[in-house]
């Protein structure tokens, strides 16, 4: 059986699990417990970095990020923006050492949570928007990534 890695809501989720096994791990803040303190410290957990350690801990076939586009896209916000249908750990490094291609707090976090993700296992990611999935997984559209 594939076991998913998916970082998306729940809608998402109910939409993979009968294409077999979803998993899921969201973001945001941990609560303060009851007699918390003003020194009481809360931690923001960066979901697509925690779906990415999970999917390295399950050993996944598929790191599947959902998101408010259909494919990534390079020198994204400028006039040379274009979307990329394929990226290789080899390329995707690249563009992130290079610091212009993905906006930070958005898709930067998500290539990052990628790279990582493909040099611990060797698998495969897709990066694509929650109306796209199917189509993405049938390799008709996303962005997807691999080790070559």
Excluded at 50 to 73: H, N, P, W, Y
Aim: aromatic content about 8%; hydrophobic content about 45%; glycine content about 10%.
């Amino acid at each position: 059986m594939r076991r998913w890695i998916v970082a998306m809501g729940l809608a998402a989720i109910s939409l993979l699990a009968p294409l077999g096994g979803a998993r899921a791990h969201f973001g945001g803040s941990i609560p303060n417990y009851p007699g918390a303190t003003p020194k009481t410290l809360c931690y923001v957990i960066d979901k697509d970095l925690g779906c990415s350690l999970l999917a390295q801990i399950l050993r996944a076939d598929l790191f599947l990020i959902t998101t408010a586009i259909e494919k990534v896209a390079l020198n994204f916000g400028t006039a040379k923006e274009s979307f990329v249908d394929h990226l290789s750990l080899a390329e995707a490094k690249e563009y992130l050492k290079q610091g212009i291609h993905f906006a930070k707090g958005s898709m930067e976090p998500k290539v990052q949570a990628i790279v990582e993700y493909l040099e611990s296992t060797g698998g495969r990611a897709i990066v694509t928007n929650p109306e796209n999935v199917e189509r993405a997984l049938a390799g008709k559209t996303g962005t997807h990534f691999s080790v070559d």
